[in-house]
Nanobody, 123 residues
Framework: QVQLVESGGGSVQAGGSLRLSCTAS????????MGWYRQAPGKQRELVAS???????NYARSVKGRFTVSREDMGNTVNLQMNNLMPEDTAVYYC?????????????????WGPGTQVTVSS
């Protein structure tokens, strides 16, 4: 049973930074693509950023240049460094994993989800 455990998140003022991490366990193999989705109140869940095992990354247009996704620990951990945060980044952030495809904007998420972590950015 694959489990994704998130850490990080919290509250910060606009212009600040936060770092999210997510570690996968219970899988017999490295998850091909891992990334982060977010969902703000009243909005659909959307992809923020993802990275494949081969370091191919995808970003939402709204976070390019501000957020950086990375993987470590033999690909079992995915990080999201969030800089220059804005109030519109406020959301619950979910770690996601897929074994058979990239995680792309507008695409289908993988079947593995973390429980979510709150990020709140105040103006």
């Amino acid at each position: 049973q694959v489990q994704l455990v998130e850490s990080g998140g919290g509250s910060v003022q606009a212009g600040g930074s936060l770092r999210l991490s997510c570690t996968a366990s219970g899988s017999m193999f490295t998850i091909y693509a891992m990334g982060w989705y977010r969902q703000a109140p009243g909005k659909q869940r959307e992809l923020v950023a993802s990275m494949t095992f081969h370091n191919t990354s995808n970003y939402a247009r709204s976070v390019k240049g501000r957020f950086t996704v990375s993987r470590e620990d033999m690909g079992n951990t995915v990080n999201l460094q969030m800089n220059n945060l804005m109030p519109e980044d406020t959301a619950v952030y979910y770690c996601n994993g897929a074994i058979d495809r990239q995680l792309k904007v507008g695409g289908t998420p993988g079947p593995y989800w973390g429980p979510g972590t709150q990020v709140t950015v105040s103006s």
